[in-house]
């Protein structure tokens, strides 16, 4: 679709495409498919005006028991997620609670129906997947698209067991910065049944005062998109008060958008939202065990 693309959104709009390999099968109709994407990259351009940069990426996901609770019409299991960031205006949360309600729009009355959204919503609803926004006013937009794993006749679904306590016991105290709360319990839950010593803020300045107070921290889990201090500028503080302190960066923005927008550097350790309770597992053990 990279052609048509880029005909519909201009010249001075950039499209990056990541696009994983071995990709699960889906099972959609590739027209709609077509359609949902051809919305989005739409609005995305909407979004940006007459500059900016779109991407597109594809992977394998694993949305698990957790992030089936908090999202009642979502069924844990493997999915083929499908994300368009762009880096535009932003939604403030009011408008993102009715994005994808019909006929709502923000769009001016010569500016198109604004209907694009609700049609995205029928079509992945109707395919039996779920999509998702990630939006801050003044740093853009991701919209995901998660398709179910299709599995063939010959093919066993392959089963996925949340992790327990770890093997070793850990010692660790993990300080977690997330504005949102129901993403902050969940969080801090999940670390606490792999056994680690959880403290959490919720913002950038209650973090840097809750550091003060916790000097023993080994580890700051912070959010990179928040109100006043973002979790980059966080982070520059902390490090500069305590310089052996690792930090995991992670958002619901995909990491591509995030770093090569120039949000992030490339080497920075970051996990992307949703993750599940193995992949948290294993990141925080792969940072803390690094020399």
Partial sequence: MSDLLRRALGETIRIETVLAGGLWKTH????????????LAVNARDAMGEDGKMTIETANSHLDEGYAATHAEVKAGQYVMIAVSDTGAGMPADVMERAFEPFFTTKPVDK???LGLSQVFGFVKQSGGHVKIYSEPGQGTTIRIYLPRFFGPEEATISSERAGNPAVPVTETILVVEDDPRVRASTTDAMRELGYTVIHATSGQEALEKLGDNPGVALMFTDIVMPVMNGRKLAE???ARMPKLKVIFTTGFTRNAVVHNGVLDHDVHFLAKPFTIEQLAAKLRDVLDAK
């Fill in 237 to 239: 503080e902390a490090l």
């Fill in 112 to 114: 198109g129906t604004g």
């Fill in 28 to 39: 959609a109709d590739p027209s709609q498919l077509e359609n949902a994407i051809l919305n």
